[in-house]
């Protein structure tokens, strides 16, 4: 079971002041599932983040709900954990994170979420007040005044400055590419084309979450539902 908002927090305040830190619809995702949205068969897909998983401790935190964001949060959470209880540093752990299904929509910038009202469509919610929001809560600063200083860190963008790794559903993507098309009342590789643009710089696009996961266990890394 999923711990409680309140006990989230509390792990997330405890973590950051030891360390001193600063639904789709069954249609829409049959119609994602089915889309051409592949890329040709002859264009690989960028499989170099595996060259990364070298260390001792390696995990893969499979986040398919958006939930406050917290999916992302856990996925610093446990390295932090891991130093402060087990003395590892962090030179010593890897984390691959997976975008999938409908937390897909972490992947993308706060212009994406403005233009096409993801925090409505999604009826998203600001982790620390519950109250409806719309931003990219993957991607919150105190700079902006959206959380406290010292959670910064937890954030989607410094989790890759980190060395972190992000990828992303393209079959979830679909849907997103899809949304793209019918608001924009543009063709789907023009659609595409503006949705990739809209993703957040370092985020690895993959066939699919499944695969991703699956991938990175086949270089060791332990599997952990985020969400």
Not at 11 to 35: C, I, V
Not at 38 to 49: T, V
């Amino acid at each position: 079971m999923l711990p409680t908002r309140r006990e989230f927090l509390g792990q997330l305040t405890a973590s950051a002041g030891m360390l001193g830190m600063a639904p789709l619809s069954l249609d829409h995702a049959a119609a994602a599932f089915e889309a051409d949205t592949q890329p040709a068969l002859n264009e690989k897909w960028d499989l170099s983040w595996t060259k990364k998983l070298t260390t001792r401790y390696r995990v893969v935190f499979d986040v398919p709900e958006i939930e406050n964001g917290y999916g992302v949060w856990r996925a610093t959470l446990w390295r932090n954990e891991y130093q402060q209880t087990l003395g590892v540093q962090p030179k010593d752990t890897s984390t691959v994170l997976v975008l999938r299904h409908n937390a897909i929509v972490l992947a993308m910038n706060q212009a994406f979420w403005d233009k096409y009202k993801i925090g409505k469509l999604r009826d998203v919610k600001h982790p620390w007040t519950e109250q409806p929001t719309d931003r990219n809560v993957a991607l919150l600063s105190s700079k902006r005044k959206e959380q406290p200083a010292e959670f910064d860190s937890f954030a989607l963008d410094q989790f890759m400055a980190r060395g972190g790794i992000a990828l992303a559903c393209n079959r979830a993507f679909g849907d997103l590419v899809a949304m793209v098309a019918s608001q924009d009342k543009v063709n789907d590789t023009e659609a595409r084309k503006r949705a990739t643009s809209m993703i957040v710089p370092g985020v690895i696009m993959q066939p699919s979450g499944v695969f991703a996961a699956l991938h990175a266990q086949d270089f060791g890394c332990k599997y952990f539902r985020a969400t």
